[in-house]
């Protein structure tokens, strides 16, 4: 049986982990939906923010994958005559990009089809690109790019792939209210393969380990978590995340040398995502108070991991305090957050070890009712079929 044929583009791909959420979602993507579909990923050799390549790329040819085949491309590959002699040698039913403004994954790739005769289906996942704080970031570059996309109709006929009904409205309001988008919540993780967890030690009254773990960079918010922290006493805070934005994390540090607190703050570097939910599973609480989260993986894999979240209103986990797992808070309400971090504190074991029974029991029931899998299988193949 010759199934559906995917060809995949993304700036970030397996078995990279620095990339975010952004990298999870699209591997979990190809491992999840590999039995129904015929994957060619075309990506980057290397991990964000570092040069050496994958031990297992194979230079100039395609890597099997978990069901699929990768093609990771050198720096010096990173040209349109490459990726269009990639396109057109590689048999595909749809093209999906994961970005909507990267250069060489999505500009490339869509010029290239646009110059194309025949024009294969094209969805386009944007990955929280669209949301307008996330537009701030380099904004003349990126407005000037989605101004001149759509006047060219560069993704002409395509197919928005959103994760929520939030990330709907910001494609209508950042691209056009014309767009065609499709909602389909993002694939969690296949399997676990997670390791062991991390050893726990009895919670005390308090006291809190609170744990921060995501890229570093201004949309996560790290400063205010650092500052959250230095203002409650009875609580520590582990960073864990690569560094995407060198300043960011300079001015970070800085915010630790001068809160007179230094000693309760560690950094612990980066966490492979196959030991995402160990680490998580050593901590009383995730502090991650995120400027924009299109889904928020590492909030899903923390409350799965039994350890409660302290986050902003700005994801799509909500309504979290009466659930008893958590809280979500608006950014500007520092007192929220300072509160719960208190009543966090002061609770002993068997107190937070019943939050951590609801995380967890919250997270299963949530994977168990996931509609992921169905609608993007639904998605490709309406692609396909043109409906």
């Known amino acids: 049986m010759t199934l559906p044929r995917i060809l995949l583009l993304s700036d970030w791909f397996a078995p990279g982990y620095k990339g975010g959420g952004s990298q999870a979602a699209v591997t979990n993507l190809v491992m999840g939906l590999s039995n129904e579909f015929e994957f060619s990923v075309i990506t980057r050799n290397h991990d964000l923010g570092g040069k050496a390549p994958y031990s297992l790329a194979k230079e100039g040819d395609w890597t099997p994958f978990d069901g699929a085949r990768v093609r990771y491309l050198s720096p010096k590959e990173e040209n349109y005559r490459t990726i269009a002699s990639l396109i057109a040698s590689t048999p595909h039913d749809v093209m999906h990009l994961n970005s909507a403004i990267s250069r060489t994954f999505s500009f490339l790739p869509a010029l290239t089809r646009r110059l194309a005769s025949q024009k294969r289906p094209l969805i386009i996942s944007p990955h929280g690109e669209m949301a307008p704080k996330a537009l701030e970031k380099k904004k003349i570059r990126k407005?000037?790019?989605?101004?001149?996309?759509?006047?060219?109709?560069?993704?002409?006929?395509?197919?928005?792939h959103a994760a929520s009904a939030e990330e709907k409205a910001d494609i209508f309001q950042s691209w056009s209210s014309q767009a065609l988008v499709r909602i389909a919540p993002l694939q969690l993780p296949t399997g676990s393969d997670a390791g062991d967890p991390h050893t726990r030690a009895p919670k005390t009254s308090g006291t809190l380990r609170a744990v921060f773990l995501s890229r570093i960079d201004q949309m996560k918010n790290l400063d205010l978590a650092i500052q959250l922290v230095a203002d409650t006493p009875g609580i520590t805070l582990d960073i864990y995340g690569p560094v995407s934005q060198p300043s960011y994390w300079a001015?970070?540090?800085?915010?630790?040398?001068?809160?007179g607190r230094a000693n309760i703050f560690r950094y612990c570097g980066g966490v492979e995502q196959r030991q995402v939910s160990a680490v998580l599973s050593g901590y009383d609480l995730l502090l991650q108070p995120s400027q924009n989260e299109n889904f928020g993986y590492t909030i899903f894999e923390s409350l799965a991991a039994g350890c409660p979240v302290l986050i902003s209103n700005r994801t799509p986990w909500r309504g979290l305090e009466a659930l008893g797992i958590g809280m979500d808070a608006p950014l500007k309400d520092g007192g929220a957050f300072k509160a719960y971090l208190s009543f966090m504190r002061d609770l002993d074991d068997m107190a937070h070890g019943?939050?951590?029974?609801?995380?967890?029991s919250f997270a299963d029931a949530y994977a168990q009712r996931s509609t992921a899998r169905t609608a993007?299988?639904?998605?490709?193949?309406?692609?396909i079929s043109g409906g």
């Open 354 to 360: 019943a939050f951590r029974e609801r995380a967890r």
């Open 251 to 259: 001015a970070c540090q800085a915010l630790i040398a001068s809160s």
């Open 143 to 160: 407005l000037l790019y989605l101004t001149a996309a759509r006047r060219t109709d560069l993704l002409q006929g395509a197919i928005w």
């Open 376 to 383: 993007m299988k639904s998605l490709y193949q309406d692609a």
